[in-house]
Nanobody, 124 residues
Framework: VQLQASGGGLVQAGDSLRLSCAASGRAFRTYTMAWFRQAPGNEREFVAVIRQNGYTYYKDSLKERFTISRDNAENTIYLQMNSLKPEDTAAYFC???????????????????WGQGTQVTVSS
């Protein structure tokens, strides 16, 4: 599967953004889809995941502000980000896997397919 992330940009603290990740292929609904992010000098970190059945899981510190969703008809996932903070500045990557198990949803190594990243910059 090929992934194309979009929707990033430069915003002010407190603003909202919605990221999109479009996937190719007819088997999209069989994939667990996730968002990760990577700030300069930091490792890529887990943000949120949505499973085939709609189950969602978030990094604890983000679950009040971020919402992940999927549209299987459009082969797309979304990340709605509200009340953005300067510390949310990062490149955001979408990822896909059809073999990830529940205990490894947060781990980069569990995902086989990655998008190219979309930059989110939040100014104070």
């Amino acid at each position: 599967v090929q992934l194309q992330a979009s929707g990033g940009g430069l915003v002010q603290a407190g603003d909202s953004l919605r990221l999109s990740c479009a996937a190719s292929g007819r088997a999209f609904r069989t994939y667990t889809m996730a968002w990760f992010r990577q700030a300069p000098g930091n490792e890529r970190e887990f943000v949120a995941v949505i499973r085939q059945n709609g189950y969602t899981y978030y990094k604890d510190s983000l679950k009040e502000r971020f919402t992940i969703s999927r549209d299987n008809a459009e082969n797309t996932i979304y990340l709605q980000m509200n009340s953005l903070k300067p510390e949310d500045t990062a490149a955001y990557f979408c990822a896909a896997s059809n073999t990830v198990i529940q205990s490894t949803l947060r781990y980069r190594s569990a995902y086989h397919y990655w998008g190219q990243g979309t930059q989110v910059t939040v100014s104070s």
